[in-house]
């Protein structure tokens, strides 16, 4: 595979719930990150990570977990979730900032 | 921190015609500005990007200004066909010690009518 792979595509839950996003890219970037997007904002920023070190959280609640392995995957931990955390997340990577490049997001619908 | 505004929110053309897309951003420290497409259903896709050192760029159908004076840039799409139909967002990025970070505008969905 190449590119930045997302999964599940599409996750509804319950706001009692915990469920994970993966991220996988092979591009051989050394920096990932999530993203929010929903229909009234723009693409917001939530994480940052360079060479699996979390260099960024922007203000992001605690119900959203990252965690990053190793360089090539990424993941969002993700509990107690509300209805407003809705969203299409999008999942990134960058070789130092440069050539981003995103998944394909998975589509979140909290219940 | 970094503001992008992105102008105009929804652009309808007729296909064949040329569309542009403007933005602005707020730090003079951006050098790396790049633009990207959102199909429905889909992640954004890298259409095309410039450095600070650079005032234009063309590939194909689209290019790229930018104008660091008055910080601002704009993507121009000629002979625009169905296929552009698409939301296109432009970006710009300040270097910093941990790898640059984009910021993104708003967004701009282009609709290109047969």
């Known amino acids: 595979e190449t590119g930045v792979t997302q999964t599940p595509r599409h996750l509804v839950m319950g706001m009692t719930n915990k469920k994970s996003l993966k991220c996988e890219q092979h591009l051989g970037h050394n920096a990932m990150y999530w993203y929010k997007q929903s229909a009234k904002k723009p693409l917001e920023l939530m994480f940052v990570?360079?060479?699996?070190?979390?260099?960024e959280n922007n203000s992001v609640p605690s119900r959203f977990s990252p965690e990053c392995p190793n360089s090539s995957h990424l993941f969002l931990h993700l509990h107690t979730l509300q209805p407003e955390d809705s969203a299409l997340y999008l999942c990134a990577s960058s070789q130092a900032g440069y050539g981003y490049t995103f998944g394909s997001g998975t589509r979140l619908t909290v219940v | 921190g970094e503001n992008v505004e992105q102008h105009p929110s929804t652009l309808s053309v007729q296909e064949g015609d040329s569309a542009v897309i403007k933005c602005t951003y707020s730090d003079s420290a951006s050098n790396y500005f790049p633009w990207y497409k959102q199909e429905l259903g889909k992640g954004p896709q890298l259409i095309i990007d410039?450095?600070?050192?650079?005032g234009e760029k063309k590939d194909q159908r689209i290019a790229v200004t930018l104008n660091k004076t008055a910080k601002h840039f704009s993507l121009h799409i000629t002979e625009t066909q169905p296929e552009d139909s698409a939301v296109y967002f432009c970006?710009?990025?300040?270097?910093?010690?941990?790898?640059?970070?984009?910021?993104f505008g708003g967004g701009t969905r282009v609709l290109v009518k047969p």
């Open positions: 970006a710009a990025s300040i270097p910093q010690a941990a790898g640059n970070k984009l910021t």
């Open positions: 990570y360079n060479f699996k070190e979390q260099t």
């Open positions: 410039i450095r600070s050192n650079v």
